[in-house]
């Protein structure tokens, strides 16, 4: 802060001294327009020459305006004998809106999820800024409460310490603060649009008067109790789209990483004995006693005349091979040779059971086997 804007608060806060003894409301409403006309005048004033030299003190610059306004010469107030009540109005503010602005950035990490939990801040925000709306917009009774003096001497630290360079250079930034936080809010806004219409026009009509509530809040602390808790509603979005994103990034990695399994489909099925026998009329079944069926369906050959023919169980093997010859339809059995091996295996070609041999048979009319 330069010196001239440190000389304008110190003789404003020279003149709210000579008033206090006036109702909050009515110090608001003379220096209303009085602020701005001497931060206007200071910037009229010579490298030699004070505010006090061209206004007079505070405390007489304050008679007047007391006198013009039709107000009683000042009166030293009594001390207060009774306890002050702690939850008071301006309290009950203050500490509404620092509620609310903490609810709201919780809300908004949940806001794409349930666009509903926004009522709960808001809710809040419109107790406490009834509380406040007729204080006028300096809001001297919040400024003035012990928890106010200390938070704003936290954030003032002593000059040249790397704590107030810090301080000063995050100040100078609040106008993009203003942009990327209407940007947050109009992407959430978005990703809502689809989903949750009020949620989508609530949050947007959020993210356009927030553009306007930054410069207001720094001359009508009113604002404040709308521009904190939009910022909060905005990191909470940026949370939630971080969460989100790295989540999607994740899950999409793991899928291009995983491998599906080969399956093989069989179309028919041999069985051996130890001794390298072909096995036929053989009934498989899984682990569960469910049937283990090929996906060909084999049924018999309906031949007309001869009436219809049983149908082959879908999980006997090995299937016979149906074919046509000249319109006629027969039942082939297959030509398969036993599978090698080094150890009791049979390498030489199985006999099949009945009349089956390991070569092809000519096709002959016959029934399937049942």
């Known amino acids: 802060m330069n010196t001239q804007a440190l000389g304008v608060e110190h003789y404003l806060a020279g003149m709210r001294a000579a008033l206090d003894d006036l109702p909050a409301n009515e110090v608001a409403e003379i220096l209303e327009d009085v602020e701005a006309h001497v931060a206007e005048l200071s910037t009229e004033l010579r490298e030699d020459e004070t505010l006090e030299q061209r206004l007079g003190s505070p405390e007489q610059y304050a008679q007047e305006l007391r006198q013009a306004a039709g107000y009683p010469p000042r009166t030293?107030?009594?001390?207060?004998?009774?306890?002050?009540?702690?939850?008071?109005?301006?309290?009950?503010?203050?500490?509404?809106?620092?509620?609310?602005?903490?609810?709201?950035?919780?809300?908004?990490?949940?806001?794409l999820r349930e666009p509903a939990v926004l009522l709960l801040p808001g809710v809040i925000l419109v107790l406490s800024l009834a509380l406040v709306h007729d204080r006028g917009p300096v809001q001297q009774e919040i400024m003035n409460l012990p928890e106010t003096h200390?938070?704003?001497?936290?954030?003032?630290?002593?000059?040249?310490?790397?704590?107030?360079?810090?301080?000063?250079?995050?100040?100078?930034?609040?106008p993009a603060w203003w942009l990327v936080r209407a940007g947050l809010l109009g992407l959430g806004a978005v990703l809502l649009a689809g989903r949750d219409i009020l949620g989508f026009l609530a949050i947007a009509a959020i993210a356009v008067v927030s553009v306007f509530a930054g410069?207001?809040?720094?001359?009508?602390?009113?604002?404040?109790?709308?521009?904190?808790?939009?910022?909060?509603?905005?990191?909470?979005?940026?949370?939630?789209?971080?969460?989100?994103?790295?989540?999607?990034?994740?899950?999409?990695?793991?899928?291009?990483?995983?491998?599906?399994?080969?399956?093989?489909?069989?179309?028919?099925?041999?069985?051996?004995?130890?001794?390298?026998?072909?096995?036929?009329?053989?009934?498989?079944?899984?682990?569960?006693?469910?049937?283990?069926?090929?996906?060909?369906?084999?049924?018999?050959?309906?031949?007309?005349?001869?009436?219809?023919?049983p149908v082959i169980p879908a999980n006997r093997y090995p299937r016979p091979q149906i074919d046509y010859e000249n319109g006629v339809c027969y039942t082939v059995t297959p030509s398969v040779t036993a599978p090698s091996s080094t150890s009791s295996t049979p390498s030489s070609v199985p006999e099949s059971s009945g009349s089956a041999t390991s070569s092809s048979v000519p096709p002959t009319s016959v029934s399937p086997s049942k």
């Open 76 to 111: 030293e107030r009594l001390p207060v004998t009774t306890k002050q009540s702690w939850l008071s109005r301006p309290r009950a503010a203050a500490w509404g809106l620092v509620v609310a602005t903490g609810v709201t950035l919780l809300a908004g990490a949940a806001a």
């Open 150 to 174: 200390r938070l704003k001497k936290w954030l003032t630290p002593e000059e040249g310490t790397p704590a107030e360079r810090a301080i000063t250079y995050l100040k100078s930034l609040q």
């Open 215 to 309: 410069p207001r809040a720094k001359v009508d602390r009113r604002w404040l109790w709308f521009s904190l808790p939009a910022s909060a509603l905005a990191v909470g979005l940026l949370f939630q789209v971080i969460d989100v994103t790295a989540g999607q990034l994740g899950y999409n990695a793991s899928r291009s990483s995983y491998q599906p399994p080969i399956v093989e489909s069989y179309e028919n099925i041999y069985a051996y004995d130890e001794n390298g026998k072909l096995l036929t009329n053989v009934l498989l079944y899984d682990q569960d006693g469910s049937p283990i069926n090929a996906p060909r369906s084999y049924n018999g050959c309906n031949m007309p005349g001869n009436g219809p023919e």
